[in-house]
């Protein structure tokens, strides 16, 4: 082997060696470089899972909260019918009362009255079947009025009107004006409230 030769081993194994001492280095490098790739995916990957997590349970607050809300609003829905059918029911019942009952709940009515004079008006139904002391039972229960001849669009009950004054005794009025403790009443008895 000349010197020449000598000169190009030496000059090859060098390169070799620095070949060999870059691709170590560059696997060293590629081997941090995923070990931190791998340690931020980690990180990002639990983060995004915390984030997701946390979506859920505001995705599962809300829909329990709605649908409480629903079941409620349902439930109140409900109870507003059956109290309906029943102040429906109430009404039916008094119209349907035989003539003794149904004018003994008129002097009920009437003896209520602020306004104790004054003009009644009744149904055309309720004026047929008007009792003969009529008048006399609605003083006994502290109302002076005559009855006027002249029917009103009411479907039971009556209006009294005294001057400027106007007493609205319409039976489906009067439940009305009563619905709130009625309620109170069928919300106690109905539903155990």
């Not at 009920?108 to 004079?117: G, I, P, T």
């Not at 149904?123 to 502290?142: H, I, T, V």
């Amino acid at each position: 082997m000349n010197g020449r030769e000598m000169i190009l081993d030496r000059i090859k194994a060098d390169c070799e060696q620095r070949i060999k001492a870059v691709k170590d280095n560059t696997a060293q490098q590629i081997a941090e470089i995923k070990e931190q790739a791998q340690s931020q995916a980690d990180k990002n990957s639990a983060e995004i899972a915390r984030r997701a997590g946390e979506k859920v349970k505001q995705i599962n607050a809300s829909s329990k909260s709605r649908a409480e809300l629903e079941t409620r609003n349902a439930v109140l829905r409900r109870k507003r019918k059956e109290i309906d059918i029943t102040l429906d029911a109430i009404l039916e019942y008094i119209l349907a009362l035989d003539d003794a009952q149904y004018f003994k709940f008129i002097y009920e009515l009437a003896s209520k009255l602020s306004v104790n004079e004054g003009e009644i008006y009744l149904n055309k139904r309720d004026l047929k079947r008007l009792p003969s002391d009529f008048s006399a039972q609605l003083e006994k229960s502290g109302v002076k009025a005559s009855v006027s001849k002249t029917a009103v669009d009411i479907c039971g009950g009556f209006i009294l009107k005294s001057g400027d004054i106007e007493e609205n005794m319409e039976i489906s009025a009067v439940i009305n004006s009563k619905r709130d403790g009625i309620e109170d009443i069928i919300n106690r008895e109905l539903f155990c409230e």
